[in-house]
């Protein structure tokens, strides 16, 4: 089973977060808060695996 | 003092008789009294009755309230009906349905299918007005009763005081002659969500409230909505902040509106405000009578344990959720399905009263699974703070393009029967490649054979029963009748009870519930599986 990485896994990881950011110009705070949601959604889905889910949210949570 | 009766009827079933113990000057005792003649106090009698078992069911009222309250029931209820002996007549009466289809203003989010397989007797869901289902269940213990069953319903019996703790268990009563005086060995409380009995007892029932309100609506109209479930997420309609709309008998429908915490209920009552709210459901053109109108509130609840002694907790008043999900009354019913053998084997000398503790232990495991799924839609229907209804609005907007989104939409996760995984009654699984859905524990699948009759109607006797699947089991062994199929030329029953094995054996409940499978087993660990399922186990 995977499990959750919390080293670096991204080959270009400030391309990664400019996404990120740039998704969320010109939203207002509901907006992005609806975009947000929706994201986390697809990428759970993504994952598909809930226990990796949990570990990620017990990290967030730290 | 005059006998105040608390609401009026939809029925009249069991008036007031005054019996012979009011005459008897001094206290009488009954092996078996129940309070409350509701579903689950009548079909707790039948069960009883149907065994041998005299019962006592008091009542404060002679039948039936009106409003169609309950509308949904389940396959397991059915089956439950049916082994009672009252299946078809509520099966023909009611509205089959087996799909529901879930929208977001104007778009299908997700449908479902409850009964996406052949080979059942019963449909997935019936819809009934609850005063029917109730009406079927006394006129069977009426016809029961003609032929021998010892079950005595008392109309217009008010429970007033009670003493519990010792042996037996005293009861006080009011009727309209005045007082008497009953004990009995036996306490079941079906006195509904506002339970008196738990009341009066001191014991607790907490849980969580859901700050929201809904309007039930049942109008009567002819339309040609098909037979389905359907609910709206806010509706394009704008009559509530969701919807729900399901066809029961008679040309009524029922119309659910979510109406939210802060509102003025009387004026949310009044006929024309409800009408207004339908009107823009059904548009301007549509004819319709107002047959029945209700706001409701709810809270998910158990009590901590549903046996105290001599005294016994079913159906609301041990336990409560909201109804989406449909799984009030038909968790009750399973509540009496599990009772009702446990406490008949008992009174006969098979078990030890040890066996009833197990009511607790499974029937409480199936509560905790009604109210996390009634809670989890809840949440979904009504999320409790911001970041719960952005993330539920999420789902909604993703359901329609995206298909994994489409599980997450909860409108309600409609009654399954409870899986006693983990009872103590339950022997380890003994079959390799048995399916997971039959497993010690699990009711039985209904399955239909070659010669037209359904495997559960082979299970209504009321005792224990070995199901041989070409294992040849030995004819007497462990006393108990046994039921043998040929597996090669039954093939719903090969397939939902021997999976990937070739030969089986069952043990099952009184129930219909397994408690033990094996592929191949001799008379003494079929004994020893017995022993532990009627709580005989070291």
């Given at each position: 089973?995977?499990?959750?990485?919390?080293?670096?896994?991204?080959?270009?990881?400030?391309?990664?977060?400019?996404?990120?950011?740039d998704a969320h110009e010109g939203l207002t705070k509901a907006e992005s808060d609806a975009l947000n949601a929706r994201l986390i959604l697809i990428l759970m889905n993504?994952?598909?695996?809930?226990?990796?889910?949990?570990?990620?949210?017990?990290?967030?949570?730290? | 003092?005059?006998?105040?009766?608390?609401?009026?009827?939809?029925?009249?079933?069991?008036?007031?008789?005054?019996?012979?113990?009011?005459?008897?000057?001094?206290?009488?005792?009954?092996?078996?009294?129940?309070?409350?003649?509701?579903?689950?106090?009548?079909?707790?009698?039948?069960?009883?009755?149907?065994?041998?078992?005299?019962?006592?069911?008091?009542?404060?009222?002679?039948?039936?309230?009106?409003?169609?309250?309950?509308?949904?029931?389940?396959?397991?209820?059915?089956?439950?009906?049916?082994?009672?002996?009252?299946?078809?007549?509520?099966?023909?009466?009611?509205?089959?349905?087996?799909?529901?289809?879930?929208?977001?203003?104007?778009?299908?989010?997700?449908?479902?299918?409850?009964?996406?397989?052949?080979?059942?007797?019963?449909?997935?869901?019936?819809?009934?007005?609850?005063?029917?289902?109730?009406?079927?269940?006394?006129?069977?213990?009426?016809?029961?009763?003609?032929?021998?069953?010892?079950?005595?319903?008392?109309?217009?019996?008010?429970?007033?005081?009670?003493?519990?703790?010792?042996?037996?268990?005293?009861?006080?009563?009011?009727?309209?002659?005045?007082?008497?005086?009953?004990?009995?060995?036996?306490?079941?409380?079906?006195?509904?969500?506002?339970?008196?009995?738990?009341?009066?007892?001191?014991?607790?029932?907490?849980?969580?409230?859901?700050?929201?309100?809904?309007?039930?609506?049942?109008?009567?109209?002819?339309?040609?909505?098909?037979?389905?479930?359907?609910?709206?997420?806010?509706?394009?309609?704008?009559?509530?902040?969701?919807?729900?709309?399901?066809?029961?008998?008679?040309?009524?429908?029922?119309?659910?509106?979510?109406?939210?915490?802060?509102?003025?209920?009387?004026?949310?009552?009044?006929?024309?405000?409800?009408?207004?709210?339908?009107?823009?459901?059904?548009?301007?053109?549509?004819?319709?009578?107002?047959?029945?109108?209700?706001?409701?509130?709810?809270?998910?609840?158990?009590?901590?344990?549903?046996?105290?002694?001599?005294?016994?907790?079913?159906?609301?008043?041990?336990?409560?959720?909201?109804?989406?999900?449909?799984?009030?009354?038909?968790?009750?019913?399973?509540?009496?399905?599990?009772?009702?053998?446990?406490?008949?084997?008992?009174?006969?000398?098979?078990?030890?009263?040890?066996?009833?503790?197990?009511?607790?232990?499974?029937?409480?495991?199936?509560?905790?699974?009604?109210?996390?799924?009634?809670?989890?839609?809840?949440?979904?229907?009504?999320?409790?703070?911001?970041?719960?209804?952005?993330?539920?609005?999420?789902?909604?907007?993703?359901?329609?393009?995206?298909?994994?989104?489409?599980?997450?939409?909860?409108?309600?996760?409609?009654?399954?029967?409870?899986?006693?995984?983990?009872?103590?009654?339950?022997?380890?699984?003994?079959?390799?490649?048995?399916?997971?859905?039959?497993?010690?524990?699990?009711?039985?699948?209904?399955?239909?054979?070659?010669?037209?009759?359904?495997?559960?109607?082979?299970?209504?006797?009321?005792?224990?029963?070995?199901?041989?699947?070409?294992?040849?089991?030995?004819?007497?062994?462990?006393?108990?009748?046994?039921?043998?199929?040929?597996?090669?030329?039954?093939?719903?029953?090969?397939?939902?009870?021997?999976?990937?094995?070739?030969?089986?054996?069952?043990?099952?409940?009184?129930?219909?519930?397994?408690?033990?499978?094996?592929?191949?087993?001799?008379?003494?660990?079929?004994?020893?599986?017995?022993?532990?399922?009627?709580?005989?186990?070291?």
């Amino acid at each position: 089973m995977t499990k959750l990485t919390l080293d670096p896994n991204l080959p270009v990881p400030d391309d990664a977060y400019a996404l990120l950011i740039d998704a969320h110009e010109g939203l207002t705070k509901a907006e992005s808060d609806a975009l947000n949601a929706r994201l986390i959604l697809i990428l759970m889905n993504q994952i598909g695996d809930a226990d990796v889910i949990a570990h990620a949210i017990a990290a967030a949570k730290r | 003092m005059t006998y105040q009766d608390r609401y009026p009827l939809a029925f009249r079933l069991y008036p007031y008789h005054r019996s012979a113990d009011q005459d008897a000057g001094g206290r009488v005792h009954h092996r078996v009294v129940i309070v409350g003649g509701g579903p689950i106090g009548i079909a707790t009698a039948l069960d009883l009755g149907l065994k041998g078992i005299p019962v006592v069911v008091l009542d404060d009222h002679e039948g039936v309230g009106q409003g169609s309250r309950a509308i949904c029931f389940a396959k397991r209820t059915l089956e439950i009906a049916h082994r009672l002996g009252c299946g078809p007549e509520m099966v023909d009466k009611g509205v089959v349905w087996n799909r529901g289809r879930v929208f977001h203003d104007r778009d299908e989010v997700f449908s479902f299918d409850l009964l996406p397989e052949e080979g059942h007797r019963h449909p997935a869901f019936i819809n009934l007005q609850q005063p029917w289902f109730e009406r079927f269940l006394v006129e069977r213990v009426d016809r029961a009763t003609a032929a021998g069953a010892p079950i005595d319903i008392r109309g217009r019996n008010r429970l007033m005081a009670l003493q519990a703790g010792g042996d037996t268990v005293d009861l006080e009563i009011e009727t309209p002659d005045g007082p008497y005086s009953l004990s009995a060995d036996w306490l079941i409380a079906c006195d509904g969500a506002r339970s008196p009995i738990r009341d009066k007892m001191g014991l607790g029932f907490d849980g969580r409230v859901f700050e929201d309100n809904f309007l039930i609506a049942d109008v009567k109209m002819t339309a040609d909505f098909p037979t389905e479930r359907w609910f709206w997420f806010e509706p394009w309609f704008k009559s509530g902040a969701s919807a729900l709309l399901h066809k029961q008998p008679d040309d009524i429908w029922r119309i659910d509106f979510q109406l939210g915490w802060d509102i003025d209920r009387t004026a949310e009552l009044d006929p024309a405000r409800v009408r207004a709210r339908v009107d823009q459901m059904l548009g301007p053109d549509v004819d319709y009578e107002l047959d029945w109108t209700s706001i409701y509130t709810f809270q998910c609840r158990r009590m901590d344990r549903f046996r105290h002694g001599r005294v016994i907790f079913a159906g609301d008043a041990a336990h409560q959720v909201s109804p989406f999900g449909a799984r009030g009354a038909n968790s009750g019913i399973q509540d009496a399905d599990n009772l009702g053998w446990k406490l008949a084997a008992v009174l006969k000398g098979d078990a030890p009263d040890t066996l009833l503790d197990s009511y607790d232990t499974e029937r409480i495991h199936a509560a905790d699974e009604n109210i996390r799924n009634s809670t989890r839609s809840t949440d979904f229907i009504t999320p409790k703070t911001e970041q719960s209804r952005i993330f539920r609005d999420a789902v909604l907007h993703l359901a329609g393009h995206a298909a994994f989104a489409r599980p997450m939409v909860n409108s309600g996760r409609l009654s399954v029967p409870a899986v006693y995984d983990g009872s103590p009654l339950n022997s380890p699984d003994a079959l390799p490649g048995g399916p997971a859905r039959s497993r010690p524990g699990a009711s039985c699948p209904d399955a239909r054979l070659t010669d037209g009759s359904f495997l559960l109607d082979h299970l209504t006797g009321g005792g224990f029963v070995l199901l041989d699947l070409g294992a040849g089991l030995a004819p007497a062994l462990a006393d108990l009748p046994v039921l043998r199929f040929e597996p090669a030329t039954e093939p719903f029953l090969a397939d939902r009870y021997l999976g990937e094995s070739t030969q089986g054996i069952y043990l099952i409940r009184p129930d219909q519930h397994v408690a033990a499978r094996w592929d191949r087993a001799d008379a003494a660990t079929i004994a020893k599986a017995l022993d532990r399922a009627l709580g005989k186990a070291a």
